[in-house]
């Protein structure tokens, strides 16, 4: 039975319209960790059903919501992204709505953190719910902290981000005023390996650079010292 009500002479959505919504939205939260070709995204998940968005936005939302919300997953963050894009972001309906609400529960139950949200889908979240995303664990108190003192001279690692062999690394460092710093070696750009390092954040003392870096990872990188790991306020997401 549909849950939402459609006309008879509708278009209708390909036989394995889940599978292509949860190979999208797979694609859609982490591109560079799966084994979708970033070229065939188009033409295989997206452009078959520009027609539908084009001739009827909102019963492709409806369809939508029809096919992927029984099933949950992935499919749901596909469906909602597949809306975003071929009927506008300035697009809204109930079943649209009830998808891209139902995404983010998925999300959120799997402890995926909010810095991993789009701006708009974190707007959305905020404008509809009222409780927290997630609550993690309270930031330690400096004896609780224990951070061992930075010698003169010393760039201490303390992060890593990913497990490739040219992921960001992230250090600290006592600046000459008598800061402390936050340093990124990364390379130059996407077509220029060449690695360089800029400051990223600073603060009066280390347990405040540490607590930054604690809530702009929200979640364990792949690599992570010590002490920083208590400033990490919440548990790697299941994803």
């Known amino acids: 039975m549909a849950l939402f009500s459609r006309t008879p002479d509708a278009p209708q959505l390909p ?3 889940v599978s292509l919504m949860e190979r999208f939205g797979r694609f859609e939260f982490d591109p560079v960790g799966t ?19 084009q001739s009827d936005p909102e019963g492709l939302a409806r369809a939508l919501a029809d096919a992927v919300l029984p099933v949950g997953g992935f499919a749901l963050f596909g469906a909602a992204r ?12 109930r079943a649209y ?4 609400m139902a995404a983010l529960e998925f999300f959120r139950a799997n402890g995926v953190p909010s810095n ?22 309270p930031r330690p108190t400096p004896d609780e902290a224990r951070i ?10 303390i992060a ?7 992921s960001n690394v992230v250090y600290v460092r006592a600046a000459p005023d008598g800061r402390f710093t936050a340093v990124v070696d990364a390379p130059t750009s ?12 600073s603060a009066d003392t280390l347990h405040g650079l540490y607590t930054q870096i604690g809530e702009v990872f929200q979640t364990p990188v792949h690599w992570v010292a010590d002490e920083l790991r208590l400033f990490i306020p919440l548990p790697p997401s299941r994803f």
């Open 15 to 17: 036989g394995d319209v």
């Open 35 to 53: 084994d979708i070709d970033a070229s065939d995204v188009w033409s295989e998940l997206q452009a078959p059903f520009l027609p539908f968005a």
């Open 82 to 93: 597949t809306v975003w894009n071929l009927a506008g972001s300035d697009f809204g309906s």
């Open 97 to 100: 709505d009830a998808v891209r």
């Open 116 to 137: 991993r949200l789009s701006a708009d889908d974190w707007r959305f979240w905020q404008e509809n719910r009222s409780e927290p995303w997630l609550v993690g664990r």
């Open 148 to 157: 061992p003192a930075l010698l003169p001279g010393e760039l201490r690692r």
């Open 160 to 166: 890593q981000l990913t497990e490739a062999p040219d």
């Open 190 to 201: 996407d077509t220029d390996p060449t690695r360089g390092r800029f400051e990223w954040a």
